[in-house]
């Protein structure tokens, strides 16, 4: 609860709004004291830059789409390697 969640959440707005990590963990900290320490604090900060990057190429590739809505080709793009897969229960065993 108190570090994956916040972690997750600061990516999503580094990616898509330039936050650097720093602030993104003094926002996490003032909203719940506690969050994102030691690993995932470096983590973070490991990960701004990339973050930053790709939110600028999803930016690009994307133009006209609402910050933090994934266009439907975009999804589309997501879920195509998935069409065709099942899941089945395995055959029992005599």
Known sequence: GLGRTGTLISLYLMKHYQ????????WIRLC????VIGPQQLFLIDLEKR????????RQKYPNAP?????????????SPLQGLSVSALPSSP
Do not use: H, Q, V, Y
């Open 19 to 26: 936050i650097t990590a720093c602030e993104m963990i003094a």
């Open 67 to 79: 910050i933090g809505r994934i266009p439907d080709d975009a999804a589309a793009e997501l879920t």
């Open 32 to 35: 719940r004291p506690g969050s």
């Open 51 to 58: 973050m930053w990057r790709e939110g600028d190429a999803f």
